[in-house]
């Protein structure tokens, strides 16, 4: 199970970090959302054999998505915020981008974009 971490209340267009800490090895990690009432749906992610990184449309020159390997942390570095982007964030490892197998899902952290 990996923690999530790094949320919180941001203003539209303004930025936030995101922290995923992982524990043995994996294929690859992925951010996925889930706002009110709508299903949860994949954002970003990072594949630890050749650091590619995929993002769905929506947040594509807004999103970034990294990796530190000595604190086995992978991050999502989310700018230019937008009111649609304030959903619960999860971190899971992946088989596949964007529909491969998940791995365990932790308690989420919440970001909220409003004036």
């Known amino acids: 199970q990996l923690v999530e971490s790094g949320g919180g209340l941001a203003q539209p267009g303004g930025s936030l970090r995101l922290s995923c800490e992982a524990s043995g090895d994996t294929y690859a990690i992925a951010w996925f959302r889930q706002a009110p009432g709508k299903e949860r749906i994949a954002v970003s992610c990072?594949?630890?054999?050749?650091?590619?990184?995929f993002h769905r449309d929506s947040v594509k020159g807004r999103f970034t998505i990294s990796r530190e390997d000595a604190k086995k942390t992978v991050y999502l570095h989310m700018n230019s915020l937008k009111p649609e982007d304030t959903a619960v964030y999860y971190c899971?490892?992946?088989?596949?981008?964007?529909?491969?197998?998940?791995?365990?899902w932790g308690q989420g952290t919440q970001v909220t974009v409003s004036s």
């Open positions: 899971t490892t992946v088989t596949r981008w964007p529909d491969g197998s998940q791995g365990s």
């Open positions: 990072i594949n630890f054999s050749d650091s590619k990184t």
